[in-house]
């Protein structure tokens, strides 16, 4: 099967995935193959081809927001589920026995591992998923409208719940790429008023196409104190900046895994039970409460198709701020509903 793998971090300037020739994934118990029909572009994969977040196992074939079907099974899995369109997303297996798993918190698992990360991932023709850590779609989405939703839209979900965001709130988003797409739809449809701060004049127009009732760039503050604010991007200004336009007993959720660092600031910012909290990992009822809802609002993605072979390509637009909204990679037969818009 043909693969894009990562031997060596490296920038994305100097192209660090490989194309390769693996042999098939065969399923052990409990295991499927899913053949892939898409693979979202996420700003953790090109984190880990750069070398910004530390490689947990090289070589290794990135990729967690996959859509495609279940080809063979394992020992132990239904036989009915050959054909079936599953996502796969980042978390890709727990220990089940942890006081974490035990507590529906398995994405603090000690021992979770990570899709794209610990195991193989979707940058190829084929993948091998843990059977219980496959999420059936839900019609309405084609494969490449679902792709960028299993990250993206997931986490993106998940900073809400920890942001504590309920219906009539103000919510402030920093940066606006694929994820904060997915969460200004979930929070309009909430009944939130939301609040967009980014200085792409690009993510400025879609976030008032998808809702927005304020747009501004770094340099500007919401008109009214905030109930809740999630920031995307990988750096500590714009958290502490978040954290200075909330009101009293206001939550800034940190949707990244990456940040550069945190500069020193004044308590009063914090003073007032003001809170920052990171967003780490998504659990499989994170994922299928989002598919859920996201079929229901409707979600849209917005994204650029690139084939398989160009997902250095693709990696490069992400790091030089150039792709709209997200970026899929199209790797084998889409499902007969899929477009390539």
């Not at 994969?45 to 750069?50: A, V």
């Not at 529906?104 to 991932?121: I, K, M, P, Q």
């Not at 009732?213 to 900046?241: C, H, K, M, N, Q």
């Amino acid at each position: 099967m043909r693969a894009q793998r990562l031997e060596k971090p490296a920038a994305a300037d100097r192209r660090p995935l490989v194309a390769v020739e693996l042999d098939d994934p065969r399923p052990g118990p409990g295991e499927v193959v899913v053949d892939v029909a898409a693979c979202a572009v996420c700003r953790t994969d090109l984190q880990l081809c750069e070398g910004d977040l530390e490689a947990h196992l090289l070589p290794i074939v990135p990729g967690h927001q996959i859509v495609g079907r279940i080809s063979r099974v394992g020992e132990g899995v239904d036989a009915a589920r050959v054909g079936e369109r599953v996502g796969i997303a980042w978390i890709a297996s727990t220990c089940g026995r942890c006081r974490f798993c035990t507590t529906e918190r398995e994405n603090l698992c000690v021992e979770a591992r990570f899709t794209g990360w610990d195991c193989d991932g979707g940058y190829a023709d084929k993948t091998l998923a843990r059977a219980d850590f496959v999420h059936p779609l839900p019609e309405g989405f084609d494969d490449l409208d679902a792709a960028p939703l299993l990250c993206g839209g997931v986490i993106g979900y998940r900073s809400l719940k920890i942001a504590g965001v309920e219906a009539g709130m103000r919510v402030g988003l920093y940066g606006f790429g694929a994820s904060a797409t997915a969460v200004i739809q979930v929070a309009v449809h909430l009944g939130c008023t939301v609040y967009v701060v980014t200085r792409s004049s690009a993510e400025q127009d879609r976030a008032r196409r998808l809702g927005a009732a304020w747009v501004g760039g770094l340099e500007e503050s919401p008109p009214v104190p905030l109930d809740a604010a999630i920031t995307f991007a990988p750096v500590g200004e714009v958290v502490v900046r978040a954290l200075s336009d909330l009101d009293r007993g206001g939550v800034v959720a940190v949707n990244a895994i990456h940040l550069d660092r945190i500069p020193q600031f004044d308590y009063d910012r914090l003073w007032w039970e003001r809170q920052i909290r990171s967003v780490a990992n998504v659990t499989r009822v994170d994922v299928r409460e989002f598919l859920d809802l996201a079929a229901r609002i409707p979600i849209r993605t917005e994204y650029e198709v690139a084939d398989l072979d160009r997902a250095n390509d693709a990696l490069g637009r992400l790091a030089r701020g150039e792709i709209r909204g997200a970026s899929v990679l199209r790797v084998s037969g889409l499902s007969p509903t899929s477009t390539t818009s």
